[in-house]
């Protein structure tokens, strides 16, 4: 309800809007009115290797809210959004999902035309995001004047990985230290 009802509430108030969320194997394409659109790049940085991603555009109802739906099967097709249904247990590639996603957002806004003003990033899921603007992308011309903000309200995923996954995001395993930027106990 949420990244339904703050996109045309912002609408409403003038300001231009624009959702992007992973194209999960559960949503309906057909149903919800989504198109498929070609990326200019289409691939996104992820533990190593450069992996493809998909692009589908639709509108929130009854609002001109677009709504990009960036999808790769091998993260995104599972009856699960958060977690495996069959377990209850986080997937195993849980880590390279999110931050499969978040590359891939940042490569399809950079190739969009103009990038956003504002990134507000949503929970663990795009916590990286901030990060990856300021380290791989701020230099971009698209990128010279986006700004960036984050909203955790869903607690019941913290998003907790042990620090060799900064490596798998593009980070060094040296900038996890006590207290630092991406030590989530603090």
């Known amino acids: 309800m949420f990244l339904g009802a703050l996109p045309v509430a912002l609408e409403n108030l003038g300001v231009g809007v624009t959702v992007v969320i992973p194209r999960i194997g559960v949503i309906d394409l057909n149903k919800f009115g989504f198109?498929?659109?070609?990326?200019?790049?289409?691939?996104?940085?992820?533990?190593?290797?450069?992996?493809?991603?998909?692009?589908?555009?639709?509108?929130?109802?009854?609002?001109?809210?677009?709504?990009?739906?960036i999808g790769n099967d091998r993260f995104f097709d599972r009856p699960g959004i958060y977690f495996d249904p069959a377990t209850g247990w986080d997937y195993a590639d849980q880590a390279d999902r999110w931050i499969f996603f978040q590359r891939a957002v940042m490569e399809f806004f950079r190739d969009a035309s103009p990038a956003p003003d504002i990134l507000h990033c949503h929970d663990h899921h795009t916590a990286l995001v901030p990060a990856y603007l300021n380290r791989y992308y701020r230099?971009?011309?698209?990128?010279?004047?986006?700004?960036?903000?984050?909203?955790?309200?869903n607690m019941g995923y913290h998003g907790w990985f042990?620090?060799?996954?900064?490596?798998?995001?593009?980070?060094?395993?040296?900038?996890?230290?006590?207290?630092?930027?991406?030590?989530?106990?603090?």
């Open 35 to 69: 198109e498929p659109i070609q990326p200019r790049n289409g691939t996104a940085w992820v533990a190593f290797e450069n992996v493809p991603y998909d692009v589908h555009r639709g509108k929130i109802p009854n609002s001109s809210v677009d709504v990009f739906l």
């Open 139 to 153: 230099s971009d011309l698209s990128y010279t004047h986006t700004k960036t903000v984050s909203l955790f309200h």
């Open 162 to 186: 042990p620090r060799e996954v900064l490596m798998r995001a593009g980070f060094s395993a040296s900038e996890f230290y006590p207290f630092s930027p991406f030590d989530s106990t603090v």
